[in-house]
């Protein structure tokens, strides 16, 4: 684990592809705009979410956190990017 700062780093320009993507759906697809504003708000969340867990590492295992975050973080914007490509 290099730093903390690089891993919130990471996160958030994950977060920023992520939104850029569904900005992208809510200008060229105008009727599926509550979609896209959701998807935005839940990327907002899953950044939010991710950062503050980042800040509050516990004591004494910590690799192990990191590795958990990490591998849930790739999961979740996966799921995410699927998301926003089918809609």
């Given at each position: 684990?290099?730093?903390?700062?690089l891993?919130?780093?990471s996160?958030?320009?994950?977060s920023?592809?992520?939104?850029?993507?569904?900005?992208?759906?809510?200008?060229?697809?105008?009727?599926?705009?509550?979609?896209?504003?959701?998807?935005m708000?839940?990327?907002?969340?899953?950044?939010?979410?991710?950062?503050?867990?980042?800040?509050?590492?516990?004591?004494?295992?910590?690799?192990?956190?990191?590795?958990?975050?990490?591998?849930?973080?790739?999961?979740?914007?996966?799921?995410?990017?699927?998301?926003?490509?089918?809609?």
């Amino acid at each position: 684990m290099a730093s903390r700062r690089l891993l919130k780093k990471s996160i958030k320009n994950i977060s920023s592809e992520l939104f850029n993507d569904c900005v992208l759906l809510h200008c060229t697809h105008p009727e599926k705009t509550s979609r896209s504003e959701e998807l935005m708000q839940e990327i907002l969340l899953l950044n939010v979410e991710y950062v503050k867990r980042i800040n509050h590492t516990g004591k004494g295992s910590e690799r192990q956190f990191y590795r958990k975050l990490r591998k849930e973080f790739v999961e979740k914007a996966i799921a995410l990017s699927k998301t926003i490509s089918e809609a």
